[in-house]
């Protein structure tokens, strides 16, 4: 069965840490480029961190720059989010995408709250 888990998510103080990781399975995971996108209330999906399926090569969406490291261990199937000084407005279920030339697979998301 192809798939994506996320776990990790949770409920932080601001200026705290959490670490998200997404695991794959039934799919050649190194293959795949991979993705977080997050998505709060009311507002349109967000791309917020991609990381080639090398792992050569990230990029970050402006309001994560310098926050937030994209990282992946194609040994373990496994793309990782940390997310550190963590502010309210990252408050959102996050998801894992992934994609190759021929399909893109998404996992079920996760919550991250960040409140005092």
């Known amino acids: 069965q192809v798939q994506l888990v996320e776990s990790g998510g949770g409920l932080v103080q601001p200026g705290g840490s959490l670490r998200l990781s997404c695991l794959g399975s039934g799919f050649i995971f190194s293959i795949y480029h991979m993705n977080w996108y997050r998505q709060a209330p009311g507002k349109e999906r967000e791309l917020v961190a991609a990381?080639?399926?090398?792992?050569?090569?990230?990029s970050y969406a402006d309001s994560v720059k310098g926050r937030f490291t994209i990282s992946r261990d194609n040994a373990k199937n496994t793309v990782y989010l940390q997310m550190n000084s963590l502010k309210s407005e990252d408050t959102a279920i996050y998801s894992c995408?992934?994609?190759?030339?021929?399909?893109?697979?998404w996992g079920q998301g996760t919550q991250v709250t960040v409140s005092s």
């Open positions: 995408n992934g994609y190759s030339r021929s399909r893109q697979i």
């Open positions: 990381i080639t399926n090398t792992g050569d090569s990230t």
